[in-house]
């Protein structure tokens, strides 16, 4: 069995339909039978995704902080790994993982996703990056990312990082 790391949103206040990819990227994952490993959370997209593992009978697992477990903000119903550190949540993440899927978040969301790619880069993760654009949600980030390349600051072979797709269903056949 393969397993996929998910970098995703914890707020509780996004749209539903943020929250439904969610849960239908958990199907697609639980359908083709892969482990997953998320951010530990039990709210928002890592919610609805754990939540959807969980009623699937979907192996997943979430890798969480220290400090983010003593905040209440580990999600009961998954199995966790706690880590000393954010650093060290991030490195299990990419090392113990085939493919790094990025449903929309915020600024943990970006970060995570943007380390990925500089992993990939470097030579330290040599396994796809799937954004999964939803709604167009990463428009504005793959647009800065073209001008990064159009301005030389990355090199043109460097559209190899990453694979855009537009809803979590695509990610079924990058699996």
Known sequence: MRQVCVYAASSKEVDQKYLKEAETLAKVLVRNNVKVLYGGGAIGLMGALADTMVELKGDIKGVIPEFMVDRGWSNPKVEQIVTDSIHLRKSLFLKSSSLAIALPGGIGTLEELLEA?????????????????????YDNLIDMLNTCKEQNFMRDDNNELFVVVNNASEVENLL
Request: hydrophobic share 50%.
């Open 117 to 137: 790619i500089t992993w990939h880069q470097l030579g330290l993760f040599n396994h796809p990056v799937v954004i999964v654009n939803s709604y167009g949600f």
